[in-house]
């Protein structure tokens, strides 16, 4: 009896701070997700933004990359096959 008594105690010893560990995790998990969902306007894009830019000149078709983040010319100008 007093063996099976300590081997209660034991468990239940083991066991309570992993259920208060994860009482803490879940009350926190929803004021987190609604911080981040508030917070939409201080989003950054951490990738530039590259698009083509293309003229014509005496009838062909010219293309050069620009980063438009940085507002500088990528490469030269090349003609369109």
Known sequence: ??????????????LS?????????????????????????SIMPLSDVIVW?????NGKTYRRRYNATKKQWIGDWELVP
């Open 53 to 57: 830019k293309v003229k014509v000149v």
């Open 1 to 14: 009896m007093k063996k099976k008594l300590m081997i209660i105690l034991f468990v239940l010893s083991v």
């Open 17 to 41: 701070p992993t259920t208060a560990f994860a009482e803490a995790e879940c009350t926190t998990a929803p004021i987190s997700s609604s911080v981040s969902a508030n917070n939409t306007d």
